[in-house]
């Protein structure tokens, strides 16, 4: 699908232009990963080719996260800092949920702000940094006081900004520029249509817009010829795609497991209440499927869970990981669970330290509740102090370290598959890469041996295991 405003871009490269540099830096989760690697690969378009030096970048992007609290003063502590450092001539650059949620304005506020991008029109970016340049350049013609060093005082900055509030009829494809070389993120859906009381990201990525399953097998496929073995797949409700186009994700899955080349495939997220136990048995069923399955329960009590809108029940989710279980007993479950939601009583935080030990998580996220501008929640009490807050949080990280660690063990002295991924970051004398589980594991292995190791699927032995990672021998 080729949309208007990319081949408006592919007029602009037409004329000449210097290779530049750009250095992006992403928060948040996997959907900010995955279109931080869309934006390089469409800025390549336009010459700008990626650096890990702030320092010499002509545009640098800070691609934002918008779900927490004090998410716009990270935003401004680091434009502030940034543009103390910036190389002189070059361009600041906002995209991701902050730029989404605040709007165009928010340039105004922000004066060394040169570029604002929204996530609903993210595939505009190359359009706009060409704006930005083609200003910057005018400004430097007509011999605007102060831009040479691009910090004098008389100097406004000639400033580009387009948040769309409308999401885009197509979701324009756009080039990728991949920063793993044996797996892969494919996004599968785009935003969410629950309405989670806590939960920005509805305002941030608009309404749930699944991709064709055609779209996604070719993307796969094309993968699949560049070398990648893995492929993990990307939405906010993985469960709910196909819903708005007549199909649904066990098609999708059945579909992608017949690509020649990926031996391993993943997803996430998924939602209790669009999880159903077709999906289950088709992952089960099909060996390219890891066996792994992040699913967050938010809260263990039903009266917190309403609150929150989830739409499900805690009988319901362990319904799920029974079956799970059941079908493939030693599966990987990892969750989410917020703490401090809005009127929780005690009684109601211990119910989720009863469903961690219940449901054995093999790793959870925690965050405290974070109250969000435009969500329901964030007009009610909450009377609850922070220092009992961060009480329970330590509480409930100490027992879900302690869960983690039990369930680990199941591991020991196990022959497993893993795609080893490079030189390990903490001991370079070691391998590492995940098992089919998604367990993150370190390989003993000779230095010498590495390069026949790397980006291969290795069978090995695991020789320890902790709550967070596991040791292994190559068998
Ligand atoms: N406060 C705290 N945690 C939140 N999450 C989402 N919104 C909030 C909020 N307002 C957590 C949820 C979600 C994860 C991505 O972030 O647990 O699953
Ligand atoms: Fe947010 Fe709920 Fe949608 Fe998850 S399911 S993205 S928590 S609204």
Redesign the pocket.
Known sequence: MQSLQQSKTKENIAKPRTKKKVFIETLG?QMNLADTERMLGMLEDIEYYPTDKFAEADLSILNTCS???HAVDKMRSYIGKWDKLRKPGSLIAVSGCVAQQEGSDLVKEIKTLDILVGTHNIHRLPDLVIEAENKYREALDNGVEGIEDNRGINFSRPQTAEVWEELPELIPETPIFRKTKYFAWVNIIYGCNYK?T????PKTRGEQRSRSIEEIKSEIEGLAKEGFKEIILLGQNVDGYGLDIKTNFTTLLREIHKVEGIERIKFL?SHPCDMTFELIETVAELPKFSKYFHL?I?SGNNEVLKRMARRYTYERYMELINYIRKLMPSATVTS????G?PGETHEQFMDSIKAIQEARFDAC????????PF?P?ATWDDPISAEEKNERIRFMNAIIAETAEKQAQRYLGTIQKVLVEGPSQRNPMRLAGRIDDNKTTNIDCDPELHDKYIGQFVDVRITKANAWALRAEIV
């Open positions: 989760c779900i927490r609290e989670c806590y939960c920005i990201v997220t967050p938010q989410d669970i917020i703490i939601f996220n925690t965050a405290v509740y974070s109250k969000r969500t929640a």
